[in-house]
């Protein structure tokens, strides 16, 4: 009898163990960070949440997606590859484009002779979102004002196409999952 109670025991405890072993260890990787959640996205998430009415720039086409660039003032060769990329990104979203515009912004020491070649709309600056378009960066900015994606500059011909493929492949995704048109 004393055999038959301890099996008894025996199965319930592992039993037990298979269930509580899978809590226990899920809990054990999540306190000591060694899970790191995949993204599927290419560019740098915004965070924390930004948008124009933060910054306190009147969002010129609130029912578009809006893809920012600040002009330099002085507009060299990485800047006239970023125009490019933004030009021919916004070209591969083919019949989505209509939803998407680029807009390029400008402060009073801006290159405007770089925009002969191109056909952006073009506005001015406010300083507060100067700050986020520093260092040649490019941002996607969704229709409800908030800035979403940020792309830092690259160097080189090769690190300015594979940026734009990925640029496209987050509009996309963007576009696809977006509920506002």
């Known amino acids: 009898m004393n055999s038959q109670s301890k099996s008894k025991h025996k199965i319930l405890g592992l039993l037990l163990l298979a269930f509580i072993a899978p809590v226990v260890i899920a809990k054990l990787v999540l306190s000591l960070n060694l899970y790191h959640g995949g993204a599927t996205n290419h560019g740098e998430l915004i965070s ?14 609130p029912k578009e997606w ?12 990485t800047c006239r590859e970023r125009l490019y990329i933004l030009r021919q990104s916004h070209t591969a979203l083919g019949p989505d484009q209509v939803r998407v515009e680029p807009l390029i912004l400008t402060h009073p020491d801006s290159d405007l002779n770089a ?3 191109f056909n952006f709309n073009t ?3 406010n300083p507060a979102l100067s700050h986020w378009l520093d260092e040649q960066q490019l941002i996607i900015v969704d229709p ?24 496209i492949a987050d509009l996309r995704k963007l576009l696809k999952l977006s509920r506002v048109y």
């Open 66 to 77: 809006q893809l920012l660039y600040l002009l330099p003032a002085h507009c060299d060769e």
């Open 123 to 125: 506005h001015t600056v």
């Open 144 to 167: 409800l004002g908030s800035l979403v994606l940020r792309y830092p500059q690259v160097k080189g011909r090769e690190a300015h196409l594979a940026q734009g493929k990925a640029l």
């Open 48 to 61: 924390p949440e930004t948008s124009y009415t933060s910054l306190g720039v009147e969002n010129t086409n």
């Open 115 to 117: 925009l002969k070649d």
